[in-house]
């Protein structure tokens, strides 16, 4: 989606396996890197309270989860000067190390960048339609949302 | 006479798991609210009185909605549990 020039927004909700360094592509647009760009990747984590993780199961809810992750880029593009921001999210099943989540940010210098990447990653975790569960040896479980996350999702109030 | 609303209901994560549906139609009264929805999927789904005295967020046709929101015809109504993505 473009908006005005040097503004893109691009999100993604995928099934399959995430290309990291395909998806890390801004350099190869001039207009969406002028300065400064942040990538978050995040991976599933092996081990959960000493637990190895078979796997980690993620749904959500199309339609619902794009839009709302569309709403939390403009509301990013109100508090900060950015241009390319790049949303990619893992939704199935996913193994330890796999990609859950890549998150880039363009902007002309890098505070912008850092600033609106760690917004999206708080929105994403906390108030965007995606639930977790959690796959071990000894069952399943849903992931429920961390006070951490909840405070760190209030300071940006 | 008046008729009645069919609603498609969608339910996620562990609150699917609990009554074992991700999708439902139901039939409302006209001007019914969310809060009426529960009483009615209660009904029908009893193990869902638990799982709504907990925290239960909810959505008509993909937007955020309260409890005393009324129910537009032949909306989508979703309930879930507080999200956990990223």
Redesign the interface.
Known sequence: MNNKKGEHNSILISELPLDTQAIMSFGHDPHLSQGAEVWFVGRVRPNSDSEKVNQLYLEHYPGMTETSIQQHIENARQRWCIEGCKVVHRVGFISPGEAIVVVGVSSLHRKESFQAADYLMDHLKSCTPFWKKEITDSGESWIEIKESDRQSLLSWN | MVHGNEIKV?F???LSEVINTKELSITVEPRSTITQLQSLLCQRFPELEEAFSQTTLI?IN?TMCELETEIPEQAEV?F???????
């Open positions: 969608l996620f994560a562990s959505a993909q979703a879930f549990p507080p999200m956990s993505g990223g």
